[in-house]
């Protein structure tokens, strides 16, 4: 199995709990080809179902006024880093 498909099978399970239920059930090969429309060959071996992360190890949850991946750009009245406006806003820089 790919870690592609061994990915998407994690991330489904995660967000849908009764493919996650489905998995844990006698035709786990089954529910992958009804779900995702992928075949798998029965007897490969199937990924282990960690579970999800909490937001705060994925650094969704922003209390600093910083926003994860955006750089500031310096000062425009957009910034989030809450410098002066200084300059309209060059969206290409954040």
């Not at 099978?9 to 006698?26: K, N, R, T, V, Y």
């Not at 009804?34 to 075949?39: D, F, H, I, P, R």
């Not at 750089?71 to 290409?92: D, F, I, L, Q």
């Amino acid at each position: 199995m790919s870690p592609d498909l061994a990915a998407q099978i994690i991330a489904h399970a995660w967000m849908d709990a009764s493919f996650a239920e489905a998995l844990q059930g006698p035709d786990p090969y089954g529910a992958i080809q009804a779900t995702l429309g992928v075949t798998v060959a029965p007897g490969t071996p199937l990924p282990v179902i960690p579970p999800p992360p909490r937001a705060e190890e994925l650094g969704l949850v922003v209390q600093s006024g910083q926003v994860a991946g955006v750089a500031c750009c310096g000062g425009c009245a957009c910034c989030w880093c809450g410098g002066p406006a200084t300059r309209v806003c060059n969206s290409t820089q954040q």
